[in-house]
């Protein structure tokens, strides 16, 4: 029972793995699509358990919620023409952004930017 489980969880895991960023829609499609048995409920079942142990988060880009699997602090990038996401490292924005510590008056305890734009595949076509 508990295997099963286990397995069903690193289903929806490796899915999220390979898709990146995935609102539930997609994410229950790749699934469906590789993975025919699960149903929507266990997928949603196991998408909570993840949240809740920390192993996936949801993020905000734009108005649409998305899932991604835990990783170093990062900002996104979305192509407004094909609509990909993209993880933009700290290491390429302004350190004034990243070590912001108060903006007017307030402190700034976190940072999530989503750049928009046309990626750089779009950009070769
Ligand atoms: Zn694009
Ligand atoms: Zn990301």
Do not use: W
């Not at 469906?32 to 949603?44: D, E, G, K, Q, R």
Request: glycine content about 4%.
């Amino acid at each position: 029972m508990i295997r099963r489980n286990t397995n069903q969880r690193q289903i929806v895991f490796d899915a999220l793995s390979c898709l990146g960023h995935a609102t539930s829609d997609e994410l229950i499609n790749y699934i469906n699509n590789n993975n025919s048995n699960i149903s929507l409920a266990t997928i949603y079942r196991n998408l909570t358990i993840l949240l809740d142990e920390k192993s996936i988060k949801k993020v905000k880009i734009g108005d649409i919620d998305v899932y991604e699997t835990t990783k170093e602090k990062h900002y996104h990038f979305k192509c407004r023409i094909c609509g990909n996401i993209i993880d933009i490292p700290p290491s390429m924005v302004p350190n004034s952004i990243n070590n912001i510590k108060t903006i007017d008056k307030n402190d700034v305890l976190d940072c999530d930017i989503v750049f928009s734009g046309i990626c750089h595949y779009c950009i070769k076509k």
